[in-house]
């Protein structure tokens, strides 16, 4: 009905510490979308060409057109939290007057939060629904499931080396979450904190705002053409 009906697209952006559960919940609550309406987009490390163009570039083509849902696991959002925690990241954009970390301060990052806001007002004044979550896992259930990663060879491919440095940053990644949180959680895109300690009420508690969002829209299916028609077509077919 939300392809038929054409009239909006749906962001759901998810947002979390490593081993949070993004792709569990990914795979478990979007299990019964067909697969021709639904994509999801894993953000990396910038590439040298998206570091040519403004930070939301590379998000832009990823946004969802009308009709169809799109997942960001990890967006960006990445840009007030990864390059917050490290600024010297910041660098890498070459940022016309930010040629140094020192430059980099309080101001800078509350323009960025303005702008983030900003362009989602946008695609939600153009018919986006934005359904944002954060799973907020605790430093202990990491740790366990960092270990789980490392005993179980099946899963060893998903731990990186990376995620122990991420990890040693947990204040910074935590006080960059909190303003994230405080500063782009919108009446026409609010946060969801979903706590992500248990897997299946992470997935359930997602799953149910996203219908909620869903029964929001009032959408129907197009309205059929007149009897006549629909009669004349029918009798052009048993003609045959």
């Known amino acids: 009905m939300f392809y038929a009906d054409d009239s909006h697209s749906m962001l759901i952006i998810l947002q979390a510490p490593d081993a949070a559960g993004k792709d569990g919940v990914i795979r478990h609550v979007m299990s019964g979308i067909n697969p021709q309406g639904c994509r999801v987009h894993s953000f990396k490390t910038p590439s040298k060409n998206e570091l040519e163009h403004d930070y939301m570039w590379r998000h ?18 990445e840009n007030v939290l990864a390059t917050k925690v490290n600024p010297e990241w910041i660098l890498n954009e070459r940022i016309p007057g930010f040629d140094s ?76 979450y909190e303003e994230m949180l405080e500063n782009t959680s919108t009446d026409y895109a609010p946060w969801y904190v979903i706590p992500a300690d248990k897997k299946f009420f992470a997935r359930v508690a997602v799953g149910d705002i996203i219908i909620e969002n869903f029964k929001r829209l009032n959408m129907g299916y197009p309205q059929p053409g007149s009897p006549e028609m629909l009669a004349k077509a029918r009798e052009t077919l048993m003609n045959e």
């Open 60 to 77: 832009y083509l990823a946004l969802p057109e009308r009709g169809m849902i799109e997942i960001f696991n990890r967006s960006h959002y």
């Open 101 to 176: 970390v020192d430059k980099i301060d309080k101001d800078f990052w509350e323009r960025r939060y303005k702008s983030i806001n900003a362009i989602e007002k946008h695609w939600v004044d153009n018919g986006m629904v934005i359904v944002k979550f954060f799973l907020h896992l605790s430093k202990d259930e990491q740790k366990q499931r960092f270990l789980d990663r490392l005993d179980d060879p099946d899963k060893n491919w998903k731990f990186s080396s990376a995620d122990l440095k991420a990890r040693a940053q947990w204040k910074e990644y935590q006080h960059a």
